[in-house]
């Protein structure tokens, strides 16, 4: 039987397709559904550890880090690195 997909669903499957990306704003997200509903679902995403919440609006792939236990932010270059990659974006 058919099941919709669930917004949280669908914010993981957005961003598993973006596999270059490791920045993600909220208006990326937009079409999906109510704004509300969808600062739950990366809510839950940070619960979760799948994303870590950068700044108002902006979040980042995570990894779990082995020495503490908490969600760190996954880029390859870094924190400076996802900072000059969303720049653009912003403006």
């Known amino acids: 039987m058919f099941r919709p997909k669930t917004l949280r669903e669908r ?5 598993a397709r973006k ?3 490791d920045v ?3 208006r990326e ?16 995403l940070v619960r979760e550890k ?3 919440r950068l700044g108002y ?5 995570a ?5 503490s236990g908490d969600a760190i932010l996954y880029s390859q270059n870094g924190f400076l690195g ?3 990659r969303l720049l653009p974006s912003l403006a």
């Open 82 to 84: 996802a900072a000059r």
């Open 50 to 52: 799948r994303l870590v």
């Open 63 to 67: 990894v779990v880090s082995r020495l």
């Open 19 to 21: 596999r270059g990306e």
């Open 29 to 44: 997200f937009r079409d999906l559904g109510g704004e509300d509903q969808v600062l739950r679902a990366l809510r839950t």
């Open 11 to 15: 914010n993981e499957r957005r961003i």
């Open 57 to 61: 609006g902006v979040y980042g792939r």
């Open 24 to 26: 993600f704003l909220t």
